[in-house]
């Protein structure tokens, strides 16, 4: 007898409920086609060479070698609605739907970018996840959602329906929620159909990705669209605010967008007078010639954290250096350099030497510095905006950069302790095992700028 998980049997049941206890409204909304019988007016191709055809009303995508990612995109553009598709594509091919997009002579000559509801047949099972084409790259992943990652069926067909209603984003799968996110980049823009480009391998030529029933509702969304409930996590990307969810769920601005409340010099009563800059809902450092807390200092908070789940967004200039540190000891160090501390590190890899220093890239981005390189992760360029997170409890610590996991440790275990044994803390006793500390933002002489930092204190294990 065969077996399944618990995760897919969340799915299923989610979705028989979806089906049934829609209500009868839903049967007879004023959905409109967006694909009628053999053709494909009112759609053009952009991007690679990939081939579109239909086949019994069904839109096919045919991968082929050498081509970039193909887009078949609606010619009308679409702000808010309500789109619901189904999917089917090879295991092999990784596929998605791009919403509110746009594709201009004016960002990187035209390529296709915004919005895509992903569609991921690999292990890593991300499909519904929200992903930013050619710009922020993933918005919403599914690492929290073992649920959503369990209701995609590989090699069949997948029903999607995304709701796009002022800021918010959600998106499920065979009746499953995904993502929900929230964002202001982006008000409008078309639909598109993605055929993925593929590795140069003859065996993938002709891998298919196939849409069927796409149709959307642009009228009367607030009667149509789905109560907004508790049961996936909720993204926000809206510069410096906590939506009202957020704010139940006990996350608080740690920075308000505005003033120095809540924050000190590392070494100073106050906030340092020079170095700093607040502007335009931006918290940064000045450049001051790469040296290490030499110009206005590093800034730390005036509360202590132990149990604490931390996000925001950074930005660092080419060839720049900074981080993020916790359980700072601000008493540990009196002389030059940077306070004494935890650090998810803060780099340009390509371009600044430290990343070519440590052991085994544990000085790079999002790495825990001198201690434990990051991996799997996918960083935007500098000069863009990443983000990242800091998840404390007790003793175990997570590193997340745009969404992905890359770092996972336990302080204080013979490991930890023989990993700072071997680096730059080797000196100074108990390092990283203070039960509590504040978090600090550095000042390496190197252009950053931070925001939307937001915190909330997770209950003690």
């Keep these: 007898m065969s077996t399944l998980s618990f995760g897919r049997i969340a799915a299923c049941i989610a979705a028989v409920f979806l089906t049934f206890a829609a209500p009868a409204q839903a049967q007879t909304a004023?959905?409109?086609?967006?694909?009628?019988?053999?053709?494909?007016?009112?759609?053009?191709?952009?991007?690679?060479?990939?081939?579109?055809?239909?086949?019994?009303?069904?839109?096919?995508?045919?991968?082929?070698?050498?081509?970039?990612?193909?887009?078949?995109?609606t010619r009308e553009t679409f702000g808010d609605f309500i789109l619901e598709y189904e999917l089917k594509s090879d295991a092999r091919v990784n596929s998605g739907v791009q919403i509110r997009s746009e594709s201009v002579p004016t960002y990187r000559n035209g390529v296709v970018h915004g919005y895509q509801v992903e569609s991921d047949p690999s292990a890593r099972a991300w499909s519904g996840g929200l992903y930013d084409e050619q710009r922020r790259q993933w918005l919403y992943t599914l690492i929290d959602?073992?649920?959503?990652?369990?209701?995609?069926?590989?090699?069949?067909?997948?029903?999607?329906?995304?709701?796009?209603?002022?800021?918010?984003?959600?998106?499920?799968?065979?009746?499953?929620?995904?993502?929900?996110?929230?964002?202001?980049?982006?008000?409008?823009?078309?639909?598109?159909?993605?055929?993925?480009?593929?590795?140069?391998?003859?065996?993938?030529?002709?891998?298919?990705?196939?849409?069927r029933n796409i149709r959307i509702l642009t009228r009367d969304l607030a009667r149509y669209a789905s109560p907004l409930n508790d049961a996936i996590e909720e993204q926000n990307y809206i510069a410096n605010t906590v939506?009202?969810?957020?704010?139940?769920?006990?996350?608080?601005?740690?920075?308000?967008?505005?003033?120095?409340?809540?924050?000190?010099?590392?070494?100073?009563?106050?906030?340092?007078?020079h170095g700093w800059s607040i502007r335009d809902g931006l918290l940064s450092v000045e450049p001051s010639g790469g040296a290490e807390s030499r110009n206005g200092g590093d800034i730390i908070t005036t509360e202590d954290f132990s149990n604490f789940d931390l996000e925001l967004d950074f930005r660092v200039a080419p060839g720049g250096n900074s981080g993020i540190k916790y359980f700072v000891d601000p008493e540990l160090l009196r002389g030059e350099g940077s306070a004494i501390g935890l650090e998810y590190q803060i780099l340009d890899d390509e371009r600044h030497p430290d990343a070519q220093l440590g052991v085994a890239g544990n000085r790079t981005l999002a790495s825990l510095y001198d201690l434990i390189p990051a991996t799997g992760k996918?960083?935007?360029?500098?000069?863009?905006?990443?983000?990242?997170?800091?998840?404390?409890?007790?003793?175990?610590?997570?590193?997340r950069l745009n969404g992905g996991r890359v770092v996972e440790y336990e302080r204080g275990?013979?490991?930890?302790?023989?990993?700072?044994?071997?680096?730059?803390?080797?000196?100074?006793?108990?390092?990283?095992?203070?039960?509590?500390?504040?978090?600090?933002?550095?000042?390496?002489?190197?252009?950053?700028?931070?925001?939307?930092?937001?915190?909330?204190?997770?209950?003690?294990?």
């Excluded at 999607?160 to 929230?182: C, D, M, Q, S, Y």
């Excluded at 302790?417 to 000196?427: E, F, P, T």
């Design 145 to 211: 959602n073992p649920t959503a990652q369990a209701a995609f069926n590989v090699g069949d067909w997948n029903h999607f329906r995304v709701e796009a209603i002022g800021n918010r984003i959600r998106t499920w799968v065979n009746g499953v929620p995904a993502a929900n996110v929230l964002d202001d980049m982006t008000p409008r823009g078309f639909i598109a159909l993605q055929v993925h480009s593929i590795p140069n391998d003859p065996a993938l030529v002709g891998l298919e990705t196939r849409f």
């Design 30 to 73: 004023p959905w409109r086609d967006l694909v009628r019988g053999d053709s494909t007016d009112g759609w053009r191709t952009l991007g690679g060479t990939a081939q579109f055809t239909i086949e019994n009303g069904e839109v096919v995508g045919h991968a082929v070698l050498g081509s970039a990612n193909t887009f078949l995109a």
């Design 378 to 399: 996918r960083a935007n360029p500098p000069g863009e905006w990443n983000r990242a997170r800091i998840i404390v409890r007790g003793n175990h610590v997570e590193h």
């Design 243 to 273: 939506t009202e969810r957020q704010a139940a769920q006990g996350w608080r601005l740690l920075w308000d967008g505005r003033t120095t409340n809540g924050w000190r010099g590392a070494r100073l009563p106050g906030f340092p007078d």
């Design 413 to 461: 275990t013979q490991i930890f302790r023989a990993l700072v044994a071997y680096s730059k803390y080797k000196d100074w006793p108990h390092f990283g095992e203070l039960p509590a500390g504040p978090i600090l933002l550095q000042d390496h002489g190197d252009a950053v700028s931070f925001r939307s930092i937001r915190i909330r204190t997770l209950p003690a294990e």
